[in-house]
């Protein structure tokens, strides 16, 4: 198995840990500290199939990381697990200097082990709220559908998400493997998801084709998860810059989980020089060891961009984000004090 290669290198008081950010591209699930893994099986009388939990975060493939994905949901059961987990994931982002995050939740995992929706929400909720009055982390949530489900259950979760907090909830997503799947059926998803006032996006150019962004992109997508390859297909590019359409770029998940093979390969840079509105995120922080100012670091040393321009793309999280112009003017400014 590979050795995750232990990217956390930005150091407590370096420029970039201290810079504030906004993190659009985080699952909650992925923020899971190993010893609240360890902790709350025990609790659960959970066998999480490890001797070291340590030894659950290491994998080379997005299959191997989906099963170890799926043994820390089997360990969220009660309002409290979920509360404990945005609580965490609150602290260790202020840590990372974020302000502001858009963070995924994906309940069809969950849901797959007969936890209720209502079970995680509550806790998610209580979390969000007390990790913002404790670290200062203000979280809004997307549900993250799974794609390989299909169509079927996702309109389901949207019905469900029709009728929460919207202060909260903004969004919809879809996670998960691309293989295999032909992203044109998510279509009436994204647009009843938009009929009911919530903005959208997917994760797809991650371990799929270019094809994939193109089909979310024709049905509509407010925001693209990874888009890694996008620069494969110029036209689509083209469009992709004409209009704006975020990405929310992983570049260590992509090299974790084999996307590409190292930093220095990832396409982040020419993206960006193609006038890609890019951003920077973690993904999975804690599967991956590291947080989002390692990220800053990372990139920062892989293409020689110097802090002036980490501070654009910085910035360019907030011009991404599904804040209303007024808020994001707030953050700028907060950003510029
Ligand atoms: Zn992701």
Redesign the pocket.
Known sequence: MATNSAPKIAAPDSPLRLLPKVEL?C?VE?TARVQTVAELAAHHGIDIGVADPADLYEYESLADFLAAFGTVCSVLLEPNDFHRLAYEAAEDGAKAGITYREM?FSPGFHLDRGVPFETMWQGLVAGVAEGEADFGVRTRLILDIDKPKGLGPAMGLLEVARGLDRDLLIGIGG?STERGLDHRMFAPLMAEAKNIGLKTCF?CG?DGPADNIRHMVEAGIDRI??GTRLLEDPELTKRVVDEQIPLTN?PT?NVELSIVDTLADHPFAAQRDAGVLVTLNS??PAFFQFDLADEYERVSAAFGLDHAAMMSIRDAAITASWLDDSDKAALRSDFAS
């Open positions: 591209h699952h992925g995924f996670d994760h991650e998860d990874h992983c998940s993904d999975d």
